[in-house]
């Protein structure tokens, strides 16, 4: 069966907007893009969507998301105070808001379980990432602390569907106790492990690493995307590695941004040197040849948690 989606615009490519575009789906697959009249041409009696007043374009990803977290200042504790069940829930919820927006495809980087809801955006999901005792993001649970607990544990993921392995290459700022943001958690040996290990599932691997060191240990191990990428290496210090950033151009190694929608707050905090070299890295890295991923690194509003909150409710199952 053939769908014609008429609009004002349609967004086939950022640079090449279509004035008075269609866009013609048949049996559930995408078959023409273009001029109204052209791709009206191509249709075989079909049901005709118009919307005069809109922009179609294609379904926007979410390279990187946190499904149980909530969009509170709270997220954490409200995370820790749910079970299983609840998380779930709450994904679906959060998914369905991700699908309003224009989102159809997201990767969930850090979760107790490995959520793969439906009947919304497609999930690519890590399940808990590997870090070490006590480290960031250890309250997922996929604190590993031998060569052997590394391979267990990225089976594990891999046995309940996982479709990426996350490892937290490098510390955090959520975690209290842990390595700071700048300080590396596995030496690049390690790394290749879990590289390794993940490949006999066939699975990419997924580097949270802000230090340039943790984001260099990170590309000579071979993973395939580094989320954040920020190059720190102290309060407020950053250092740019060319090399690093060629041998990641070479490798096919991306850089996801994990901008959130509170980077301006984010930029003042930092004042306006420190918030230069940080977003900088952005169009330095892409000038080096870096592809660029979009992520938000965030959690999302939702009713499951947010109502919770502000009735400060006690979950079920304590």
């Given at each position: ?38 791709v009206a041409a191509a249709a075989v009696d079909p049901v ?238 892409e000038e080096h040849g870096v592809r660029l991923l979009s ?24």
């Amino acid at each position: 069966m053939d769908t014609l989606i008429t609009a004002a615009r349609v967004l086939a490519r950022p640079s090449d907007p279509i004035d008075g575009g269609a866009v013609l789906v048949r049996d559930g697959v995408l078959a023409a893009v273009g001029h109204r009249g052209d791709v009206a041409a191509a249709a075989v009696d079909p049901v005709v969507r118009d919307f005069p007043d809109a922009t179609v374009l294609p379904g926007l990803f979410n390279v990187h998301v946190h499904l149980s977290f909530d969009a509170t200042r709270e997220m954490l504790p409200a995370f820790l105070a749910s079970d299983d069940a609840s998380l779930a829930r709450a994904a679906e919820d959060h998914l369905g808001q991700l699908l309003r927006s224009g989102v159809t495809t997201v990767r969930d980087l850090g979760g107790r379980t490995v959520l793969k809801p439906t009947g919304g955006p497609r999930v690519l999901a890590s399940g808990p990432p590997l870090t070490v005792p006590d480290g960031h993001c250890h309250f997922f649970g996929g604190a590993v602390s031998s060569d052997a607990e590394i391979r267990t544990l990225v089976d594990a993921n891999a046995a309940a569907g996982a479709d990426v392995i996350k490892v937290m290459a490098g510390g955090g700022q959520i975690t209290e106790g842990g390595a700071e943001m700048w300080e590396s958690q596995f030496s690049q040996r390690q790394l290749e492990i879990v590289v390794a290990q993940a490949a006999r599932h066939g699975l990419p691997v997924a580097a949270h690493a802000h230090g340039a060191d943790a984001i260099a240990a990170s590309a000579e191990a071979g993973v395939s995307t580094i989320e954040h990428c920020t190059f720190m290496s102290g309060p407020g210090r950053t250092d740019l590695r060319p090399a690093v950033a060629r041998w990641m151009a070479a490798a096919g190694i991306s850089a996801c941004s994990t901008s959130s929608r509170n980077w301006r707050l984010m930029a003042e905090r930092m004042g306006e040197e420190v918030a230069r070299r940080v977003y900088g890295r952005l169009p330095w890295l892409e000038e080096h040849g870096v592809r660029l991923l979009s992520g938000t690194d965030a959690g999302l509003p939702g009713s499951t948690f947010d109502d919770r909150i502000r009735r400060r409710e006690k979950p079920s199952h304590s």
